[in-house]
């Protein structure tokens, strides 16, 4: 009966916005006409289409916040049974891409470890106008779904970053491409991948696994696939198995749910968006799954990504070879409540140790340890030496939880953590 009412009242609501909306285009149209007999009327129609687009996008997201109310209820009454909520469900792989060709590499991929083509449609999402690459993704024909950004006017960019466009156009792809994602197409999660990324065989069973997860707990708002420390030696190769939570926003293949994207989309910032989020005023706190070894490896990109920085790092990246059946594993350490009880408990249990002895392997005993730093300096000390990641973004170290950065050493899980008392990142840290 109250789920009636609410959605007999949400359609009341809707109406008298399309009402209100309507009268006000309307006034401002016959305005503009009075105010200015000199304009165009191609202008005003202009006017008028632009509105009633963001008018349409924002009551499609009106109907979605109805949805995602209900889904939810219908998820909390069903969790009890723990993953009858999967049986249904489907996971979208959304593939980005614009003028590279080799987009094919990572489809080719996504379609070799694809289990179940009902479950994980891959929508190609694709700007640029780019000829060539169209034709390559028409190609696959029905196993995949091609959609296209249709706004390819220029961006104003300010003067100083010009050369920095690209990424002004990443960012309206992203916004362009989520919103049909969710509100066009309906789905209530999507995994993005680049089409510069390759993925591991058990990609869709990690995302699978862990969704229920990203839907349980609040505290959580992505899954990614990447370690940004995942070098060989710096990686535990018998535990492909092995996940971990992270306060960085790692990217690289990763999913979110509508229930995000519902809080990002009024603010999706017009450049940068990677950086946006890892702003504490969108990242409120919350953190992602990751995992020991990565499930994507990027192959390479020329073009608006600094290619030193592949070069340098992303390019020894291990990808996972092993199938990890994560459906049947308990991953319910990964929830808050456990792993800062389990997790965070275990790692300051660890014996501390000087980074020097552990570099030159002067550590008697065996298991793991801690190590620590206090100021900056010293964690970038540290990392230099280990060949971390030594950077921060809005104050967080890459893969830190807590503070802590957690890697493998010689056969050893090492810690790398705060000093007592530590009271939260500091966004100074750069
Ligand atoms: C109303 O008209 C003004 C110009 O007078 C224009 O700048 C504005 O975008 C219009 N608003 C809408 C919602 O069309
Ligand atoms: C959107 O999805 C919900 C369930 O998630 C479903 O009930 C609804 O009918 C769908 N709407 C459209 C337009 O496909
Ligand atoms: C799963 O792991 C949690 C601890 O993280 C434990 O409390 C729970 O009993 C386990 N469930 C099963 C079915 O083994």
Redesign the pocket.
């Known amino acids: 009966m109250r789920l009636k009412r609410t959605i007999l009242i949400l359609g009341i609501i809707l109406l008298a916005w399309w009402s209100i909306i309507y009268v006000f285009l309307i006034n401002n149209l016959t305005y503009n006409r009075n105010k200015d007999s000199t304009g165009s009327i191609d202008g005003q129609l202009m006017t008028l289409e632009n509105g009633l687009e963001e008018q349409f996008v924002m009551n499609k997201a009106l109907i979605s916040e109805a949805?995602q109310f209900l889904?939810n209820k219908k998820y909390m009454e069903n969790s009890k049974n723990n993953f009858l909520g999967l049986q249904n469900i489907q996971i979208p792989v959304l593939v980005f891409a614009c003028n590279r060709i080799t987009v094919t590499r990572c489809l080719d991929k996504l379609l070799q470890y694809r289990t179940d083509e009902n479950r994980f449609p891959i929508i190609v999402s694709q700007d640029c106008d780019h000829e060539e690459t169209t034709d390559a993704i028409k190609k696959y024909s029905s196993q995949i779904t091609l959609i296209q950004q249709p706004d390819q006017s220029d961006i104003q960019v300010p003067p100083k970053e010009k050369k920095f466009k690209g990424y002004f156009k990443i960012a309206r792809h992203y916004g362009w491409a989520l919103n049909q994602m969710f509100f066009h197409f309906?789905y209530?999660s999507v995994i993005i991948v680049e089409d510069d990324l390759e993925v591991a065989p058990d990609f869709f069973e990690y995302f699978l696994a862990t969704y229920p997860l990203l839907l349980k707990d609040e505290s959580l708002w992505c899954i990614s696939a990447w370690n940004d420390n995942g070098k060989q030696d710096l990686i535990n190769l018998d535990r492909p198995d092995l996940l971990y939570r992270t306060d960085f926003f790692p990217g690289l293949g990763w999913m979110l749910t509508r229930k995000l994207w519902l809080e990002l989309y009024t603010k999706w910032p017009i450049s940068y968006w990677d950086d946006w989020m890892r702003d504490p005023s969108q990242r409120r706190d919350r953190s992602c799954i990751r995992p020991e070894i990565s499930r994507t490896r990027t192959f390479g990109k020329i073009g608006v990504s600094n290619g030193m920085f592949f070069e340098k790092h992303l390019k020894y990246i291990t990808l996972n070879e092993q199938n990890v059946p994560f459906i049947k594993l308990n991953l319910s350490y990964l929830l808050k409540e456990n792993y800062d009880r389990e997790f965070v408990k275990n790692v300051y249990k660890c014996p501390l140790v000087d980074y020097e002895d552990l570099y030159y392997n002067k550590i008697a005993f065996q298991g793991p340890v801690r190590m620590m730093y206090e100021k900056m300096s010293e964690y970038k000390l540290i990392t230099k030496k280990f060949g971390l990641m030594d950077d921060f973004k809005s104050g967080v170290p890459r893969t830190a939880y807590k503070g802590i950065v957690t890697f493998h050493y010689r056969g050893r899980t090492v810690h790398l953590t705060p000093y007592l008392g530590w009271k939260g990142y500091d966004v100074s840290w750069s």
Do not use: G, L, P, R
Request: charged share 25%; aromatic share 0%; net charge negative.
């Open positions: 949805q889904e309906n209530s």
